[in-house]
């Protein structure tokens, strides 16, 4: 089993910029992957950036450039580093851990993100 818990959502204005983290406990050397999904009201999760364990990056089209997913070196906590941040990202952010296939079975709780000036 493994245990996500992220922290780091928030209130921002358009523009601006906020972090997210994810710590992970438990049975983590089965993880390969790190992905954060996103779920907006009445919208249906989307995938937004994943991170694996060669360090390889993936971003969803609406948010390269502006998003930096990354992780530490004992790669336990993964972050989300939003910046440029827009009205049409706000949303609830969950990470979640894989070991092959999207969406893997450990979800954080979620986060909430809300841009807004």
């Known amino acids: 089993q493994v245990q996500l818990v992220e922290s780091g959502g928030g209130l921002v204005q358009p523009g601006g910029s906020l972090r997210l983290s994810c710590a992970a406990s438990?049975?983590?050397?089965?993880?390969?992957?790190m992905a954060w999904y996103r779920q907006a009201p009445g919208k249906q999760r989307e995938l937004v950036a994943t991170i694996n364990t060669n360090g390889m990056t993936y971003y969803v089209d609406s948010v390269n450039g502006r998003f930096t997913i990354s992780r530490d070196n004992a790669k336990t906590t993964w972050n989300l580093q939003m910046s440029s941040l827009k009205p049409e990202d706000t949303a609830v952010y969950y990470c979640?851990?894989?070991?092959?296939?999207?969406?893997?079975?450990?979800w954080g709780q979620g986060t909430q993100v809300t841009v807004s000036s």
């Open positions: 438990g049975s983590i050397g089965s993880i390969y992957g």
């Open positions: 979640n851990a894989y070991s092959q296939l999207l969406p893997g079975p450990y």
